[in-house]
Nanobody, 123 residues
């Protein structure tokens, strides 16, 4: 599967942004699609996951502010981000994995990666 992440940009603190991850070459329903991010000077970290069966998982820093969803007709997964703050500034990546649900937060089990899209939260 090929993944393309897009939708990043500059947003003010408190604002919202929705990222898209478009899949091609395979049905997005056959994978768990995950979102990771890498802030400047930091390691890449798990953000959210949408499981092939419809499960959702979020990291603690984004829980209650971010929502992950899927549109099978568009073969895409989305990350809606609300209440953005400077700590959300990062390059965001989507990835696909077939691992068990308990391991979806692990970077090294992701099989496919999209290119990153930069989100900058600044006034």
């Amino acid at each position: 599967v090929q993944l393309q992440a897009y939708g990043g940009g500059l947003v003010q603190p408190g604002g919202s942004l929705t990222l898209s991850c478009a899949a091609s070459g395979s049905n997005v329903r056959t994978y768990t699609i995950t979102w990771f991010r890498q802030a400047p000077g930091k390691e890449r970290e798990f953000v959210a996951a949408f499981g092939w069966s419809g499960n959702r998982k979020y990291s603690d820093p984004v829980k209650g502010r971010f929502t992950v969803s899927r549109d099978t007709a568009k073969n895409s997964v989305y990350l809606q981000m609300n209440g953005l703050n400077s700590e959300d500034t990062a390059v965001y990546y989507c990835a696909a994995t077939t691992t068990i649900w308990g391991r979806v937060t692990e970077e090294n089990v992701q099989r496919y990666w999209g290119q990153g899209t930069l989100v900058t939260v600044s006034s």
